[in-house]
C-alpha cells in the first residue's frame, strides 16, 4: 500500500500549531534534491510566508575553536529563559552527508537540545554555498512560522559562507578567541567589517587579562572605520560562555541595535534589501549553472581558460568565443 | 574622397614602434561603441598581446581630496627621472563625456602631461563598472605593447571601482589624507584590506604630526590581519606629494612587494589569476546583460522586486518566475 501523501494544507496548519514533527519534514522537503519534493516545499513555503512574525535573525560566526557551540549553548538557553523561541540553524557548505557538518554534533548542545523551547537543525548539505544558503534562508522562515522568534544562523568563519549568513539577518555576531595564538585570530579579511559586534569569548580563568586586552584593540581598529549606514557602532564586549558570564550582555548589545534600527527603519530596509538580494542571487546563479553546464562550453572552457592563464589570448576574446557556443 | 582605413598591421607596427598617436587611436577605437572599431580593437590587441613585456601594474585609490593627482605627477615626474615610461590610466564608471573625469582635468598634471616618457588616459567613460574596466585593462595591454613599463590605475576610492582595479594591478596602494576630518577618512569597508601599501599623503607643514600619529594607528589597525596570501604584509608610510617629499620611499616599498612577489612566484600566478577572473567577468556580465535586456523580463522584474521587497512572495519563487519567461 503507497503511504498517503500529506498534503501542502497539512503542513501548513501543522507548522503554524509549532508542531516540531512537521516542521522537519518541511525543512527535509526542502533539501531534497528530488523536484517533487522541491515543488511542494515551495508551496508549503509560500503560504508560510504570509504568517506575520516579529523574528530577529542573528548570524554568529568564528574560527573554529572560537566556541561557537558553546556559545550557543549558553546563549540559546538564556534566551529560552526570557520566554524566547529559539531556533538554530546553520550553513557550512564544505559540510556533506558523510563528512557531518557543524551542528550535526548535538552533544556538544545537551541542553539546548533537549530544551523544549529550542529548535536545532544541521546544516544542509550541497554542493555550492548558493544551494546550502538557500536552503538555510528557506528553512528559516518556515521556523519564523512555527512561532520560532529568535533564529542563530551559525557559520564558520573561513570562507565565504559568512557574507551569505550576512545577507540573511538583522544582526551579525563575530566571535573571537581571547588569549589564543596569532594563527588562530586570523580570520578572513572583510569579516571584522561585517560585525555588528565582536565577542571575545572564553574570557575566564587566566584568560580575563588577554580578553580584555584583546577587546581594547578591536575597540581601536574599529574606530578607524566609519559608523555603518544605519548609524550603528559595531560594539565590542567579552563573554565566558562556558561559565555563562555577561551572556546577557550580548543580549543587551543586540537589543541596543534592534531599538536603533527598529526606530531609524533599517531594520525593515534591511530586510526587503536582502530579499532583493536573494531575489537577483538566485537569478545570475540559475544563469550561471545554465551556461556552464552546457557541454561544448564546458569542453572549450578548460581549453580557453589554459591560454588566458598563458596570456596568450585576451580574456575578453576568450569570453566571446564561449559566449557564441550557446 | 572616403578616407583611408588604417590596417591592423599598420596599428600593431607603430604602437610598437612607441607612437603616442597610433596608441591613442587605438584606445579610442577599444573606447568606441561602434561594433566595427570594436572588432577593429580586438584584432589590435590579439597581435598586440603577443609582444612581450615586463611592466608593472599599479592601482592608486583614495578618495577626492586625499591628492592623487598631485601624487601621480610628482611620483610619475620620479619614475620617468630614473629612466622609467609612465602610463597613467584611469577606472570612474561615473564619468561621462559630458561631466568630464578624473585625469579629465590635466592641468592638475602640468609637468607630467608634458613629459615625453609619459602617456596620460582619462578614464573612459560608460554606463557600467565592468565596460569601463574592461576599457581600461585592454588600453593598459595596448601601453604595454608600446613600451610603457610602468602603468598607474587610478580610481577614486567610493564604490566598487577600486575591486575593479585591483583586479588589473599588481600593486595596491591607498593614498589617505592626513589631518583631514573623519568624514575625509571615512572610506569605503574593505578598500584597507585591499591596499598593499597605505601612504598618507600631505605629511608637511603643520600636518607633520599627524600624518605620523595617523601613520601609527594605521600600522596597529593591520598588525590585526593576517599576512596576504603570497607572504606580503602591508606597509604604512607618509609622503608629501607637494613637497616631493618621501615619493622615492613610496617606490622603495613597491620593489621590495615586487622582488618579494617575483621571488615566491606570486606575481605571475596573480597575473594568471586575474586573466581568468576577467574571463569570469565578462562572460557572467554578458550573461546578465542577455538576460535582463529581455523585454518581458524587464517588465516582470519590476513587478516582481516589489513584491519581494513587501515579502509577499518569495525570492526564490520570483526567480523561477522571472527565469521561465526567457
Chains 1, 2 share one sequence.
Not at 151 to 158: A, K, N, P
Not at 218 to 246: E, I, M
Request: charged content about 25%.
Amino acid at each position: 500500500v503507497r503511504k498517503k501523501e500529506i498534503s501542502v494544507e497539512k503542513y501548513v496548519s501543522e507548522i503554524q500549531k509549532g508542531s516540531r514533527v512537521f516542521l522537519s519534514k518541511a525543512i527535509t522537503l526542502i533539501e531534497s534534491t528530488n523536484p517533487k519534493h522541491k515543488e511542494k516545499a515551495n508551496a508549503i513555503l509560500k503560504t508560510c510566508l504570509q504568517t506575520p512574525n516579529k523574528s530577529i535573525r542573528i548570524g554568529i560566526t568564528g574560527v573554529p575553536g572560537a566556541g561557537k557551540s558553546t556559545f550557543i549553548e549558553a546563549f540559546g538557553t538564556y534566551l529560552t529563559s526570557l520566554g524566547k523561541k529559539v531556533a538554530v540553524l546553520a550553513v557550512d557548505p564544505s559540510s556533506s552527508v558523510t563528512k557531518g557538518s557543524i551542528l550535526g554534533d548535538k552533544t556538544r548542545m545537551e541542553e539546548l537540545v533537549r530544551n523544549e523551547n529550542a529548535f536545532i537543525r544541521p546544516s544542509p548539505s550541497g554542493n555550492s554555498l548558493g544551494g546550502v544558503a538557500r536552503k538555510t534562508r528557506e528553512s528559516m522562515m518556515l521556523c519564523e512560522a512555527a512561532g520560532y522568534d529568535t533564529i542563530l544562523v551559525e557559520t564558520v568563519g573561513v570562507g565565504q559562507s559568512e557574507t551569505a549568513v550576512h545577507s540573511m539577518v538583522d544582526f551579525f555576531l563575530l566571535l573571537k578567541l581571547a588569549g589564543a595564538g596569532d594563527q588562530l585570530q586570523g580570520i578572513k579579511r572583510g569579516i571584522i567589517e561585517m560585525a555588528d559586534t565582536i565577542v571575545i569569548n572564553k574570557a575566564d580563568g587566566d584568560n580575563i587579562k588577554r580578553a580584555k586586552l584583546a577587546r581594547t584593540e578591536f575597540k581601536r581598529a574599529l574606530q578607524l572605520y566609519p559608523h555603518k549606514d544605519n548609524g550603528w557602532l559595531p560594539k565590542v564586549t567579552t563573554c565566558s560562555a562556558l561559565k555563562n558570564d555577561n551572556i546577557d550582555g550580548v543580549w543587551d548589545i543586540i537589543n541596543e541595535y534592534i531599538e536603533l534600527s527598529t526606530n531609524n527603519n533599517s531594520f525593515k530596509d534591511r530586510r526587503a534589501e536582502q530579499n532583493k538580494f536573494w531575489l537577483v542571487q538566485t537569478i545570475e546563479e540559475q544563469l550561471k549553472e545554465n551556461f556552464y553546464s552546457h557541454p561544448e562550453v564546458a569542453k572549450q572552457l578548460i581549453i580557453l581558460t589554459k591560454e588566458v592563464e598563458k596570456g596568450t589570448i585576451s580574456p575578453f576574446d576568450a569570453a566571446e568565443q564561449l559566449l557564441s557556443l550557446k
